[in-house]
C-alpha cells in the first residue's frame, strides 16, 4: 500500500489517467483491427479477381480449339464455375438470329432450386431489353421491372430471380446474343459485376459469332448441293 507508480497521485487522477491510456490501446486496437480486415478483404478479392482470370483465360482457349458446333462442350465445362466465381445464381448463353432468341446454355446453381437445364423465368425478357436498347441491363430486387412476370406455380417448371441483368453480344456492330445473369440476392457491386459479365461476353461473342458463320456456309453448302 503507497507503493507503485500511481502512488503520489490521487485516486480521482489515477482513474482519468487509466481511464485515458485504456482508450488510447482501445483505439490503436481498432484501428489495427481496421486495418488487417481491409487487408483480408483485399487479399480475398485479389483471389477471386486471379481466380476469374484463369478461368476466362481457360474458357478463351477452349473455344479458340473448338468447332462451333461443339462450342456448348466449353460452356459446360466452364460458365458454371465462372458464375460461381461472378457470386450469380444462374447464367444463361442466348444466340440471335433472324428468328428471334435461342438459349445456347443455361446453367442455374442446383443450390438455387432449379434444375440445370431449364432457363428460368424473366431471363428472355431481359435478354430481349437489353438487345433492344444495346446495352446492359441491370435488375435490382427493389426496382420496378416491367419485364418481371408472374412467379410459376407449383406445377410448373422456372425460378424467378429477384435481381440479374444482361450485356449484350456484339460484334462488329452485328447483335449476336446475350448473356444473361441471375441471383436469388441483390450483388454487393453491381457495377463491378455488370464489368466482369462483359468480360465474358467479349469471348462469348467472338464464339458465337464463328458458331453462326461455320453454320451459315453449311447452310450455304447444302443448298448448293440441292
Do not use: C
Not at 193 to 216: F, H, I, P, T, W
Request: hydrophobic share 45%; net charge neutral; aromatic share 4%.
Amino acid at each position: 500500500r503507497g507503493l507503485g507508480p500511481f502512488a503520489s497521485t490521487s485516486p480521482t487522477t489515477t482513474v482519468a489517467a487509466l481511464t485515458l491510456s485504456l482508450i488510447v490501446v482501445s483505439g490503436t486496437l481498432l484501428s489495427l483491427a481496421t486495418l488487417l480486415e481491409e487487408r483480408r478483404q483485399a487479399q480475398h478479392a485479389l483471389r477471386v479477381r486471379l481466380r476469374f482470370e484463369e478461368l476466362l483465360s481457360r474458357l478463351s482457349a477452349a473455344l479458340v480449339r473448338l468447332p462451333g458446333d461443339q462450342i456448348a462442350q466449353a460452356f459446360d465445362a466452364w460458365l458454371g464455375r465462372i458464375a460461381r466465381v461472378l457470386g450469380v445464381d444462374s447464367l444463361t448463353v442466348f444466340s440471335h438470329n433472324p428468328g428471334g432468341l435461342q438459349a445456347v446454355y443455361s446453367w442455374t446453381d442446383p443450390d438455387a432450386g432449379g434444375p440445370l437445364a431449364a432457363v428460368p423465368v424473366d431471363q428472355e425478357r431481359w435478354a430481349r431489353r437489353s438487345l433492344a436498347a444495346r446495352e446492359p441491363v441491370i435488375v435490382l430486387s427493389g426496382s420496378d421491372d416491367p419485364d418481371r412476370g408472374p412467379s410459376p406455380s407449383p406445377m410448373l417448371p422456372g425460378v424467378v430471380f429477384p435481381s440479374g441483368g444482361v450485356v449484350p453480344l456484339l460484334g462488329e456492330g452485328d447483335l449476336i446474343g446475350a448473356l444473361v445473369f441471375a441471383s436469388l440476392a441483390d450483388p454487393p457491386a453491381p457495377a463491378a459485376l455488370v464489368a466482369n459479365a462483359q468480360l465474358v461476353g467479349e469471348v462469348l461473342a467472338s464464339a458465337l459469332r464463328r458458331k453462326q458463320a461455320e453454320e451459315a456456309l453449311r447452310q450455304s453448302e447444302i443448298m448448293k448441293s440441292a
